[in-house]
């Protein structure tokens, strides 16, 4: 019989493979004048501190390779290449209407665009392109024909959208009419500006997977530690590691309770009512901390106002996914609660059960910050709010619970043979397999997330000796109830398991 082990390095190296940096989401704005004007600095204004929009705009660049400054050798498709988008969006054609440009070229524009995306989704970064329709042109002097660009023009742009499956981002039918909004019949005033980036900031956000952070101070982010900004709150990380195709806003609130009879409710604050008019698709709620006060602590209260919230944000439609999250710990400073009390054994015993009983009741999923910050004391420097590092850490577990694909047990663990012998005890899991090839064993938390992948590799003869285990060290996961699914080619076995903290 072979044996098979698995070593803690692996497991590490594992972990490490699958973790991504929380860069900022990156917006390549191409485009001409009108873009060189203004518009893309202020979309990074409304986009907020998670994305970083360069501006890419070249005045009197075409689309047209045959044009007369063809954004192709005029432009700055270098800089693009060099920025590595995840985003980028393209506003040509405005120029292309001259007719010293369209009226010879105009049968070149759709394959000269098309051969604009084929380099842009060529950038090893693989961003996602987004065609814009240009703003309408008026009088001007710059030959600049407004009647080409609606009818002729913008027509190819959506040709090409279509056929492509690539979004489109409408700068025209908003814009028709609003002469006061430019300078010259062409170019934006300040106020024209704030329009164009209102309407790519919309159009982005109609399209992408919305994701609310509902919360107090530490996902406000209002305690900042020395040398770090609100840029470093997890809810913009959270949002920088889901990336393209989905954006996360804060809506923290520093003091805020969930209780509404408290000093600061949540519910008073105007937050939930735009957290509504955001329209999210996902709902994360962090409240709770501020509630563990000895003087403020009402069980009953607190989960009839929870439920409330529930029921008020499962009224829209449509219906977002909403998560629970167990606060953070608290460490008293100078052997006293901090911040008026705030108190970590209420917080364990008291506010987190109130929680779980929340989810229970309303059939929702937890996020659990409280296991693994409890041994993090040293990143969170007032005992109550962590530091940026610490912020990192909250928003790769919930990362990690929004990400992590759902099965169900069935599917988890099937019925077959009883391969292999699975058998767990003071944090190791060993698992002994039959026959002569590896296996995958998989962990999965009771509601059906999968936990963590194990690859299980023979190593010797089948008729190796001593017969061994693989051990499977499990010390990096939260105490709670597991199942454990084995496969190989023998058969499929499983068991559910406790972690408990070992003494």
């Not at 292309?96 to 049968?107: E, I, R, T, Y």
């Not at 209002?222 to 470093?232: E, I, L, M, N």
């Not at 520093?254 to 604050?269: C, D, E, H, N």
């Not at 400073?333 to 989810?359: C, L």
Request: aromatic share 8%; hydrophobic share 40%; net charge positive.
């Amino acid at each position: 019989m072979p044996y098979f082990r698995m070593s803690l390095a692996l497991l590490v190296s594992a972990a490490l493979a699958q973790a991504q940096p929380a860069v900022p989401v990156k917006w390549a704005a191409i485009g001409n004048s009108i873009t060189e004007g203004g518009y893309p600095q202020k979309l990074a204004a409304l986009l907020g501190p998670g994305y970083q929009v360069e501006n890419d705009g070249v005045s009197a660049t075409t689309l047209l390779r045959k044009g007369d400054v063809p954004y192709w050798t005029r432009g700055k498709l270098a800089q693009v290449k060099a920025f590595r988008p995840d985003i980028i969006s393209i506003k040509l054609g405005t120029n292309d209407s001259k007719n010293l440009n369209w009226d010879a070229n105009k049968g070149d524009f759709k394959k000269d665009l098309n051969q604009l995306i084929d380099t842009l989704q060529a950038i090893p970064s693989k961003p996602e392109v987004w065609l814009v329709l240009p703003v309408p042109a008026y009088a001007n002097g710059f030959t600049i024909r407004g009647s080409v660009i609606k009818d002729e023009i913008i027509p190819q742009i959506k040709e090409v959208a279509a056929a492509r499956g690539l979004n489109i981002i409408d700068a025209h039918t908003p814009m028709e009419g609003k002469t006061f909004l430019y300078t010259d019949g062409v170019h934006m005033t300040s106020a024209g500006n704030d329009s164009i980036a209102a309407i790519f900031h919309r159009a982005y956000l109609a399209k992408v997977k919305r994701v609310a952070c509902i919360g107090n101070s530490i996902t406000e982010y209002a305690f900042g530690t020395a040398g770090t900004t609100p840029k470093d709150a997890y809810p913009i990380k959270l949002g920088n590691l889901l990336g393209k195709g989905h954006y996360a806003m804060n809506f923290g609130k520093s003091g805020a309770f969930m209780q509404k009879t408290s000093t600061m409710p949540y519910w008073g604050l105007g937050l939930l009512q735009k957290v509504i008019a955001f329209k999210p698709d996902i709902v994360t709620i962090k409240l709770g901390t501020n509630d563990s006060r000895q003087q403020a602590w009402n069980r009953e209260r607190f989960i009839a106002d929870y439920k409330s919230m529930i029921d008020t944000l499962s009224a829209l439609n449509p219906k977002p996914e909403i998560w629970l999250s167990h606060p953070c710990p608290a460490w008293k400073r100078n052997g006293v609660w901090p911040f008026d009390g705030i108190n970590d054994s209420i917080i364990k015993h008291h506010v987190i059960p109130a929680i779980d009983q929340v989810a229970k009741d309303k059939g929702l999923r937890i996020i659990d910050l409280y296991t693994p910050m409890a041994n993090r004391e040293n990143l969170v420097p007032d005992g109550v709010h962590p530091n940026a590092a610490g912020q990192d850490s909250l928003a790769r577990w919930i990362h990690r619970a929004l990400t992590t694909p759902v099965v169900s047990l069935a599917q988890a663990a099937p019925r077959s043979p009883a391969y292999p012998e699975i058998d767990y005890s003071r944090g190791i899991l060993k698992v002994t397999l039959p026959g002569h090839t590896g296996g995958t064993a998989r962990l999965y938390s009771l509601d059906g997330r999968l936990e963590a992948v194990f690859p299980l590799r023979a190593s010797g003869s089948e008729n190796a000796s001593p017969r061994e285990p693989a051990t499977l060290p499990l010390s990096g996961l939260a105490p709670g109830r597991y199942l454990i699914s084995v496969e190989t080619a023998q058969g499929r076995s499983a068991k559910s398991l406790e972690l408990r903290p070992i003494p």
